[in-house]
T-cell receptor, first 114, second 113 residues
Framework: GENVEQHPSTLSVQEGDSAVIKCTYS??????FPWYKQELGKGPQLIID?????GEKKDQRIAVTLNKTAKHFSLHITETQPEDSAVYFC?????????????FGKGTKLSVIP | DTEVTQTPKHLVMGMTNKKSLKCEQH?????MYWYKQKAKKPPELMFV???????INESVPSRFSPECPNSSLLNLHLHALQPEDSALYLC????????????FGPGTRLTVL
């Protein structure tokens, strides 16, 4: 089955700096890669996603890049703010009848220091 | 609107109690999911309903019993739980079974004494 590795497990940045979280996946058939933000005591919130026919996607201060050849994808947050502090999960999913499951990375705890 | 709601927010129960968790979505989604999340871990899939029928059971113990009364509602009935079942229980939904994008609810924090 699919395996997703996520690094780093913790990340501290100064407010205003950029943060990068990286994930690698094992199944070359995976073609959907969402990122979720989970604040303390809340459910995961979808913040951005990318499909395998696209190399990069941006939404304001957040961007995701995908390298299908290397089987890795990354989340980039620019101009970080204290409210960006949370746990971030990457995930991967294939398509087709048997591909119903999101495989999550283990999460990255991001702390933005004011 | 991409909102999934869950009640209650918190639940404390003894090992002999019977309780239920509820989930609701009004996005017209036909697939609904139950996940279990332990502290500092990613969500783990438990059940998937598609068009109100149970499609996937990830070998979950029978003390957890899901129910989908209609296309907007999903319940998880709990009975004879163990302390190790204490976790955050998350509901999610997607347009259809196998559709990529899943939207999560806020979860129910369950404590089993």
């Amino acid at each position: 089955g699919e395996n997703v590795e996520q690094h780093p497990s913790t990340l501290s940045v100064q407010e205003g700096d950029s943060a990068v979280i990286k994930c690698t996946y094992s199944d070359s058939a995976s073609n959907y890669f969402p990122w979720y933000k989970q604040e303390l005591g809340k459910g995961p919130q979808l913040i951005i996603d990318i499909r395998s026919n696209v190399g990069e996607k941006k939404d304001q201060r957040i961007a995701v890049t995908l390298n299908k050849t290397a089987k890795h994808f990354s989340l980039h947050i620019t101009e970080t703010q204290p409210e960006d502090s949370a746990v971030y999960f990457c995930a991967a999913k294939g398509t087709g009848a048997g591909s119903y499951q999101l495989t999550f990375g283990k999460g990255t705890k991001l702390s933005v220091i004011p | 609107d991409t909102e999934v709601t869950q009640t209650p927010k918190h639940l404390v129960m003894g090992m002999t109690n019977k309780k239920s968790l509820k989930c609701e979505q009004h996005m017209g989604h036909r697939a609904m999911y139950w996940y279990k999340q332990k502290a500092k871990k990613p969500p783990e899939l438990m059940f998937v309903y598609s068009y109100e029928k149970l499609s996937i059971n990830e070998s979950v113990p029978s003390r957890f019993s899901p129910e989908c009364p209609n296309s907007s509602l999903l319940n998880l009935h709990l009975h004879a739980l163990q302390p190790e079942d204490s976790a955050l229980y998350l509901c999610a939904s997607s347009q259809n079974f196998g559709t990529d994008t899943q939207y999560f609810g806020p979860g129910t924090r369950l404590t089993v004494l």
